[in-house]
């Protein structure tokens, strides 16, 4: 009995710094956030091995890796936005914060799949030559992880839809 109240004692201590929890996880929010942060470190390697082959490459080479390294860049700027938002919505103090941020997450992560469709096409219309096997694989390994963003990016809208109740799909 004794041990009891003493545990009951030292969670009342402990409760008074906490700070009150608001917002509301969806179920999957979790889910999509991990798959955007382990997405968005393997953006990171593949940025670190585009500049560095851009450094090594010819100056006549350099047009067609730029290129790659802004495709990858615009694109992911695109879904840090949609993940942004996705953890603003978890964190907000109201429903009516939450919606307005839901609201705006599905608009963004709309555009971010366009966005994605767009760099992956330009990608694809720009394949290097084989022969260039370090620039080849970086491109593919770019349009991979465009097309991995792009259906993480498709279940952000989709759950925001569900909740929202929106009209039309992706």
Known sequence: MLVLMLR??????CAQGLAPAYGAERIG??????????????M????QDTLALVEAAPQ?????LYRTYDALMGAWVQVGLSQQLLE???SAVSSAEEDEI?????DQA???LWDLDQARLDLESNVPDPSQSEYFRINEAIRSLLLEARTIIGHVLAAQCVQLQCASGP
């Open 102 to 106: 839901r609201t705006t997450l599905r």
């Open 60 to 64: 006549n080479d350099r047009f067609d």
């Open 88 to 90: 603003l919505s978890v």
């Open 29 to 42: 929010d979790a889910v999509l956030l991990s798959a955007l942060r382990d997405r968005t470190a393997v």
């Open 110 to 112: 709309e555009f971010a």
């Open 8 to 13: 009951l004692l030292l969670l009342l201590v």
């Open 44 to 47: 990171n390697a593949l940025q």
